[in-house]
Nanobody
Framework: QLQLVESGGGLVQPGGSLRLSCAAS????????IGWFHQAPGKEREGVSC???????NYADSVKGRFTISRDNAKSTVYLQVNSLKPEDTAVYYC??????????????????WGQGTQVTVSS
């Protein structure tokens, strides 16, 4: 069964770091762009970062210079290194796939599969 599974979230102090993972199963990751999104309580889901099949990356302005997306197709995993975390980064982080170009648009119809999410909480 096709799956995307996020992991690596947790509670971290402001300024801290985490590495989020998005593990793919039952499909060939190489053929898909992968996006990372976050959704805070009471807010809409927003695009954070995306990596294309060729490794081209893009980021939301709010995370540029702090977050880094990467992919390891051999391990069927996409990573999101999140540094210099701020309380406003607190959210559930999701990954999703699409067999097309990268976009940070979070419209569900643009992405054909989503993971279940991993919680990131930034608090002292």
């Amino acid at each position: 069964q096709l799956q995307l599974v996020e992991s690596g979230g947790g509670l971290v102090q402001p300024g801290g770091s985490l590495r989020l993972s998005c593990a793919a199963s039952e499909f060939i990751l190489d053929y898909y762009a992968i996006g990372w999104f976050h959704q805070a309580p009471g807010k809409e889901r927003e695009g954070v970062s995306c990596i294309s099949t060729g490794g081209i990356t893009n980021y939301a302005d709010s995370v540029k210079g702090r977050f880094t997306i990467s992919r390891d197709n051999a391990k069927s995993t996409v990573y999101l290194q999140v540094n210099s975390l701020k309380p406003e980064d607190t959210a559930v982080y999701y990954c999703a796939r699409r067999r097309s170009y990268c976009t940070l648009a979070a419209d569900t119809e643009l992405w054909d599969s989503w993971g279940q999410g991993t919680q990131v909480t930034v608090s002292s």
